[in-house]
């Protein structure tokens, strides 16, 4: 691998745009491009800044080695497969808060036909108006729960959760 292949996947395993890395070294984006496609080199100074980036040797910039090779790979891989399990822990959870939203609308029109066939006739039968606002305060509440059931469930505590798989 030649240094511009190599600042190319050192570049993008530490998922940083053209733009980024230029910024950090202090250069235009074309630069970095240029860089990337073997079009320029970069100068000394340059390149001593870039091993400080990527945390990595000059040495490992300049020179060819296979071992070097495949750590970066390696890293990479890592973590595409680390933001890939953050993913389908978000997504498992999106969909535990369906459920637990679900469950609680269930209840509460449960809660509701039991009051409609047992209280109405007995207790609201002419007052319209105060067995609306009774349904629609339950209704209310049983939003308030869907949200704050989701808001709890969908807080971030990813870290924790991809370091206990």
Sequence with gaps: MDF??????????????????????????????????GQAVPELDKIV???????????????????DDLS?????????QEQMLARELRQRKVRECILYGIVIYLVYF???????????????WETDMRWGAIVMAEFLAATAAVVFVC???LKGRYKKDIENK
Excluded: C, H, P
Excluded at 72 to 80: A, G, H, P, W
Excluded at 110 to 124: P, Q, S, T
């Design 72 to 80: 970066v790979k390696t890293e990479m891989l890592e973590k595409q």
């Design 151 to 153: 808001a709890r469930k």
């Design 110 to 124: 449960a809660v509701y036909f039991m009051e409609r066939g047992l209280i109405w006739d007995y207790i609201f």
């Design 4 to 37: 511009s292949e190599k600042l190319l996947t050192l570049r993008k395993a530490r998922d940083l745009t053209q733009e980024e890395l230029a910024e950090k070294l202090n250069v235009s984006r074309q630069s970095v491009s240029k860089w990337e496609s």
């Design 49 to 67: 800044a870039m091993s400080a980036v990527f945390d990595v040797t000059t040495d490992y910039l300049l020179k060819s080695s296979e071992i």
